[in-house]
């Protein structure tokens, strides 16, 4: 797949619905590692939605005593209306949309790898978008890398290439779902000659 057909096709709004079969879902995965306003606009969709909860509660008027007639007061009425226009929509994605990509962390969290081998690295809830970003101190100079996802039995879970950052910036990635509990190892390599320039591991909780 390439960027013009996952416009052409909404893939980015199909993916996130769950709407692809498995084959054109793979292929698209496999597209936005090599396309970075795809994986930007997948990635931001994931950030947003996990802070859409957090943005309700704030706009959710708070009623002090009781009339009867409170909600007559036009900004209120307004802002009331607005409120569960949002609760509806927000609750819409929580039952049947996207409740994969739905997390209580902030809409700016990015779950930092430090690169240990030996340390338990961070936890990560099952429900949590999989945004993460990683320093690549031994980056030589390539303009692609590949970042790999296994598992603890070893087996590769996600895989893909994408741009390698500028010298002194960490790497930012994002991989699509989510993944059962356990403990998970991140590698990222140089493209074209496979060299392992960083790995570290997190482990995925309920």
């Known amino acids: 797949m390439d960027h013009e057909q996952a416009v052409k096709t909404a893939a980015v709004e199909r993916y996130?619905?769950?709407?692809m079969a498995p084959p054109e879902r793979d292929a698209f995965e496999e597209h936005y590692f090599s396309c970075a306003v795809c994986a930007e606009e997948v990635r931001a969709a994931a950030v947003l939605?996990?802070?859409?909860?957090?943005?309700?509660?704030?706009?959710?008027?708070?009623?002090?005593?009781?009339?009867?007639?409170?909600?007559?007061?036009?900004?209120l009425a307004a802002t009331a209306c607005a409120a569960l226009l949002l609760a509806a929509v927000v609750a819409y994605q929580n039952v049947a949309v996207i409740p994969a990509l739905l997390a209580p962390r902030s809409a700016n969290g990015i779950i930092t790898l430090d690169g240990l081998t030996r340390a338990a690295g961070p936890?990560?809830?099952?429900?949590?978008?999989?945004?993460?970003q990683m320093a690549l101190d031994g980056l030589g100079p390539v303009s692609r890398v590949r970042v790999e996802l296994d598992a603890a039995s070893g087996r590769q879970v996600r895989a893909g290439e994408m741009a390698a950052p500028a010298a002194g910036q960490p790497l930012e990635f994002f991989f699509p779902g989510s993944l059962d509990p356990g403990h998970y190892r991140v590698v990222v390599r140089e493209v074209p000659a496979g060299r392992e320039i960083a790995r570290s591991g997190f482990e995925v909780v309920k």
Do not use: I, N
């Not at 996130?16 to 709407?19: A, I, N, V």
């Open 123 to 132: 936890k990560v809830a099952a429900s949590d978008p999989l945004v993460f």
């Open 16 to 19: 996130l619905l769950g709407e």
């Open 49 to 75: 939605t996990a802070g859409m909860p957090a943005a309700l509660q704030e706009k959710v008027p708070q009623r002090v005593g009781f009339r009867l007639w409170w909600w007559l007061t036009p900004q």
